[in-house]
C-alpha cells in the first residue's frame, strides 16, 4: 500500500470528519436536473479526504476504468464539490475520472477566517492539479462552472500542466462592467466594492452574505432551484470574510489571455445566464491567443439545468473531452481543426 493510500485511508475513517451521507440539503438539487444528469447510487462519487496546507479538503472522486483523461470539476461561490455530481455522472458514462473537490470555506472543507480568500482558492486548485498528476499518468482537464470558469483558467495559467479547459462562464472581474453586474445592487457594485479594496484593514474580516452580496436570486430560472441555492450554508447561503470577495475581485491571472497558449478551451455559456451577462464571457474569451470555441447554450440559465441546454452542454463538452484525451495519446493537438 503507497503512502498516499495509507494518508487517506487514515483520513477517510477519521471520525472527526463529515460525510454528505449525514447531511441533507444537498439531496434537493437532485429534483432539479434533468433525469439524465441525475446521480445514482452506482454513479453517486465516492468521498476522499486529501490533506493541503494543513487544512482537510473534501474531494468527490468518480473513477472509470480504463480512463484515458481526468477532469476536475470546479464549483463557483453558490456550490460545492456535491452539486456538481452531474458533471461526474455525465463524465462517468463517457468514461472520464472526475474529482470535485470542495474549495476552502465551502461544502464540507472548513478553513480559518483569515485563511478563507480567493487566493486560496487558485493554490488549491492549482496544487489538486499536481496531486492528481503524481498519482497517475493521466492528463487533466478542468470543467469550470459559474465563477468556476475564471478560476479554472487561472489555475490552468498557473499551472501550465492542464490538457485542456471547459468552463461555463469566464469574465475579467478586474473590469468595472462585470463588478457592477455581479453584485446584488448598483451601489454594492460600485462603492462597495470600491471601499472593499480601499480599506482593507478595516473591511477584510467583516461577514458578508453571499445570497444577498450577488445575484445569486438569478442563479436558475427555476425559482425553487434558486431558492434552495440561496438556503444552503455551504455554497450560495454562505457566509464569507469581505477578505473573499476582495481578493476575487482584484485578482489577476499569472498570464493574461492575449498570451494564453498552453492549451484549448471550450466556453458554454448558458443562453438565458441573467447572473453573468454573456457579453462579460465573450470579451475575456475573444482575447484568448489559445485554440478555442465558443457555444450557447439554449433556454439555459446560470446554473444550466434545462433539458435542451443541458443536452447541448453534453455533447459539447463530451467531444471536446475525447479530443482533449485523444490530442494527449498521441502527443499532437488534434484540437486544432475541430475548434
Not at 489559445?290 to 459539447?316: F, I, N, Q, Y
Request: glycine fraction near 8%; aromatic fraction near 8%; hydrophobic fraction near 40%.
Amino acid at each position: 500500500m503507497s503512502a498516499h493510500t495509507t494518508n487517506l485511508a487514515t483520513l477517510r475513517s477519521a471520525p472527526a470528519l463529515p460525510s454528505y451521507d449525514s447531511l441533507t440539503h444537498w439531496r434537493k438539487y437532485e429534483e432539479h436536473f434533468p433525469a439524465f444528469m441525475r446521480a445514482t447510487k452506482e454513479t453517486m462519487p465516492k468521498e476522499e479526504w486529501w490533506k493541503w496546507r494543513g487544512l482537510d479538503v473534501h474531494l468527490d472522486r468518480a473513477r472509470v476504468p480504463g480512463s484515458r483523461l481526468k477532469v476536475l470539476v470546479i464549483h463557483g461561490a453558490g456550490a460545492y464539490g456535491r452539486v456538481m455530481a452531474p458533471c461526474a455522472v455525465l463524465a462517468q458514462r463517457y468514461g472520464f475520472d472526475t474529482v470535485a473537490p470542495d474549495l476552502p470555506g465551502y461544502g464540507l472543507t472548513k478553513v480559518p477566517w483569515s485563511r478563507f480568500t480567493y487566493d486560496a482558492w487558485v493554490d488549491c486548485v492549482v496544487d489538486l492539479i499536481a496531486h492528481e498528476l503524481a498519482m497517475d499518468d493521466k492528463p487533466i482537464a478542468l470543467f469550470g462552472v459559474s465563477l468556476g470558469g475564471i478560476l479554472a483558467y487561472q489555475a490552468a495559467a498557473r499551472s501550465r500542466r492542464v490538457a485542456g479547459v471547459c468552463v461555463t462562464t469566464i469574465a475579467d472581474t478586474r473590469e468595472k462592467e462585470v463588478r457592477q453586474d455581479f453584485a446584488r445592487t448598483k451601489l454594492l457594485g460600485t462603492v462597495g466594492l470600491s471601499l472593499l479594496s480601499a480599506t482593507p484593514t478595516l473591511t477584510d474580516g467583516l461577514p458578508l452574505p453571499m445570497a444577498y452580496m450577488s445575484k445569486m436570486n438569478n442563479i436558475s430560472a427555476d425559482k425553487a432551484l434558486s431558492k434552495v441555492c440561496m438556503t444552503d450554508r455551504l455554497g450560495g447561503g454562505n457566509i464569507v470574510p469581505a477578505r473573499f470577495l476582495r481578493t476575487f475581485m482584484n485578482s489577476a491571472p499569472a498570464i493574461e489571455p492575449e498570451n494564453f497558449r498552453d492549451c484549448p478551451l471550450l466556453l458554454l455559456h448558458p443562453g438565458e445566464d441573467r447572473m453573468t451577462d454573456i457579453a462579460h464571457s465573450r470579451r475575456f474569451f475573444d482575447r484568448l491567443a489559445c485554440e478555442k470555441e465558443m457555444v450557447v447554450l439554449p433556454g439555459a440559465s446560470h446554473m444550466p439545468v434545462e433539458e435542451e441546454g443541458a443536452r447541448v452542454l453534453e455533447k459539447a463538452a463530451v467531444g471536446f473531452f475525447e479530443r482533449v484525451a485523444r490530442a494527449q495519446g498521441t502527443g499532437v493537438s488534434e484540437c486544432t481543426a475541430q475548434l
